[in-house]
C-alpha cells in the first residue's frame, strides 16, 4: 500500500494514523508505543549554554554526589579539552573558569592541572602563561584545591617517561609550571616531598624535582610577605600622586627587584589608596596602570589584582560605601585603556561565588559598558574635572555655573568647584559668573553675586583670583556690548 494514504476500515471509513495506532493497541504493556523518552525522567534535565544563563541562574545548583554524576573520567577529559581549546583561543578566562565549575566533577579536577600543562607543552609561551593564570584562578576560587593540584603534578611525573617522547623537554616545562604553582600558593614544598619514595628515586621524576628546586632557589630569594611589599609600595605610589612621574615609579620599582608574582599586589594597592582620594587621584591612578603595562606590569598580573580587589570588595565597602561604584569606573577605565579584557566584567559569575558588593561593582561596570551613548565618556569615567585641558576646565566651570543658575544650589555649586581641584583656575568661574548673568535678570545677577561672596567667605576663592576675574570680564566688555548694551552698567553693578 501507499505510504501517504491513510488507513481505512473495512466499512470503508478513513480515520488518521494516531486514531489506528489506539485502535490496535494491546492491552500488553511491552506492545504499547512509546510516548516519550523511554529513560527514567526524574534525573533528566535540560542542557542551557552558558550564554543563556544569567546571573541568579549559575552556581545556584547543588553539586550532585558521585554517585549520581553523569560525568565518568573519559567524559570529563572530552569537556575539560573542549574549554582549554576554547580558553586558549578566546582568552576567555571567566568563561573557562565557569565552564570547568559547570562540570561538577571535583573527583577529577587532577586533570585539570595534567591536561592543561600538556596541552601547554605544544603551545607558546603566551598560552603557556594563560594555563598558569586559568590554575592560579580557579585555586582562588576554591574550585581547585591545593590536594588536586599535587595530585595533577603527581599524575605528570608518573607519566613523565611517556610524556617525553613525544616532548624531549617536557621535563624543564613541567618543572617550570611545578615551580610556578609553589610560588604562587596553589601547592607547597612539603606537598611534592609526600610524594612516594619510588617516584622520586626515578631518573626523571627526580630531575624534575631538582629543576624545581632550582628554579624555587632562584626566585624564592625575591618573594616578599605582602604586607611588606605594600609597606615599601604605598609611599612610592603617593609620591607618584604628587609628582605624577610614571617613569620614576617604572625605575624604583626595577630597583626594588620588584617580582612579577607580586603584580597583583601593585595593582591592589595603587586603586585601594585611590578608592580613598578624590577623583582626581583616581584618574592619575588610572593612568599609572596603563603607563607601565608591560613593564613591569603583565596583563595577567592586572587581572589577578582587579580579581583581589573583588574578593575584598565587602571589607572595602565597610570603610568606603562607594566603593563598588568606584571599583566598577576603575574595571571600565582599564577596559577603554586595552589593558583589561572586556569579558572580565561581562560574562557573569558564578552565584556562588560572588558576594553583593562584587555583584553591585560588575553590574555598574556592565551598565556603562553596555550604554551606547557612554561610549566617549569611558576615558573620563571620573568626570571632566580630571581632565587638566584648558578648554576642558573652561567647559566644566560653563556648566558648573548653568546648572547653579538653574537651580539656585550654592552648596552644590561650591561642592562641584572643589571637585575641579583647580585654584589657579578660578578667575575663570568669576569671570562666567558675572558673563553668564547678563544673559538672565535680576534672579542671576543676585545669585552670581551671591556665590562669588560666598566662596571667598568659605576661602574657595581668593582674592587675587576674584580681583583677576573681574578685570578678565571688564575687558570682555566691548564684546559682551554687542550682545548685551546693558553690560557696562550691570558689570559696574
Not at 251 to 259: D, I, K, V
Not at 319 to 346: G, Q, T, Y
Request: proline letters at 5%.
Amino acid at each position: 500500500p501507499r505510504r501517504d494514504m491513510p488507513p481505512k476500515l473495512d466499512g470503508g471509513t478513513t480515520v488518521s494514523i494516531q486514531q489506528f495506532h489506539r485502535m490496535v493497541t494491546t492491552e500488553d504493556p511491552k506492545d504499547t508505543l512509546p510516548e516519550g523518552p523511554s529513560a527514567v525522567t526524574e534525573h533528566v534535565r535540560a542542557r542551557r549554554w552558558c550564554s543563556e544563563l544569567g546571573d541568579t541562574d549559575i552556581g545556584t545548583e547543588q553539586p550532585r554526589s558521585s554517585t549520581t554524576s553523569e560525568h565518568t573520567l573519559d567524559s570529563f577529559k572530552k569537556a575539560l579539552d573542549v574549554s582549554l581549546s576554547e580558553y586558549l583561543v578566546g582568552f576567555d578566562l571567566l568563561e573557562a573558569i565557569r565552564s570547568i565549575s559547570e562540570l561538577q566533577a571535583p573527583q577529577f579536577h587532577a586533570q585539570v592541572i595534567k591536561r592543561g600543562v600538556t596541552r601547554a607543552m605544544e603551545r607558546s609561551d603566551r598560552e603557556r602563561e594563560l594555563i598558569a593564570v586559568l590554575f592560579s584562578s580557579l585555586h582562588v576560587r576554591g574550585i581547585l584545591t591545593s590536594a588536586q593540584v599535587a595530585a595533577g603534578f603527581e599524575s605528570l611525573a608518573q607519566s613523565l617517561d611517556d610524556i617525553s617522547l613525544d616532548t624531549p623537554d617536557a621535563t624543564s616545562l613541567i618543572a617550570h609550571f611545578l615551580a610556578d604553582a609553589v610560588l604562587d600558593g596553589l601547592l607547597t614544598r612539603r606537598d611534592i616531598d609526600s610524594w612516594p619514595e619510588q617516584l622520586c628515586s626515578s631518573d626523571l621524576p627526580a630531575k624534575l624535582v631538582s629543576e624545581a628546586d632550582t628554579r624555587l632557589a632562584g626566585r624564592m630569594q625575591t618573594l616578599i610577605e605582602p604586607k611588606a611589599l605594600r609597606a615599601q609600595l604605598l609611599p612610592l605610589i603617593e609620591e607618584y600622586l604628587v609628582s605624577k612621574d610614571a617613569e620614576e615609579v617604572r625605575r624604583r620599582l626595577h630597583e626594588l627587584n620588584f617580582p612579577d608574582e607580586c603584580g597583583l599586589e601593585f595593582v591592589r594597592a595603587a586603586v585601594e589608596l585611590a578608592l580613598e582620594r578624590r577623583d582626581l587621584e583616581r584618574e592619575i591612578v588610572c593612568q599609572l596602570l596603563s603607563e607601565l603595562m608591560d613593564d613591569p606590569l603583565r596583563p595577567a598580573q592586572l587581572v589577578l589584582g582587579f580579581e583581589a580587589l573583588l574578593t575584598r570588595m565587602d571589607d572595602l565597602t565597610i570603610d568606603n560605601p562607594s566603593a563598588p561604584v568606584h571599583l566598577a569606573a576603575f574595571l571600565v577605565r582599564a577596559i577603554s585603556d586595552d589593558i583589561l579584557s572586556p569579558a572580565f566584567v561581562r560574562a557573569p559569575l558564578p552565584e556562588a561565588l560572588v558576594s553583593e558588593g562584587q555583584r553591585e561593582a560588575l553590574s555598574h561596570a556592565r551598565a556603562q559598558l553596555a550604554a551606547s551613548h557612554f561610549s566617549s565618556r569611558r576615558r573620563n569615567v571620573w568626570g571632566r574635572a580630571t581632565d587638566s585641558t584648558v578648554e576642558s576646565l573652561k567647559q566644566s566651570v560653563v556648566d558648573v555655573v548653568r546648572e547653579y543658575f538653574s537651580s539656585g544650589d550654592a552648596d552644590e555649586a561650591l561642592r562641584c568647584v572643589r571637585e575641579l581641584d583647580a585654584p589657579a583656575f578660578h578667575h575663570e568661574l568669576v569671570k562666567r559668573l558675572f558673563v553668564l548673568s547678563l544673559d538672565g535678570g535680576a534672579r542671576e545677577h543676585q545669585l552670581a553675586t551671591a556665590l562669588a561672596m560666598r566662596a571667598c567667605k568659605e576661602d574657595v576663592l581668593s582674592a587675587e583670583q576674584l580681583s583677576l576675574g573681574c578685570h578678565r570680564a571688564v575687558e570682555a566688555e566691548p564684546d559682551l556690548r554687542l550682545d548685551c548694551p546693558r553690560a557696562p552698567r550691570l558689570l559696574a553693578d
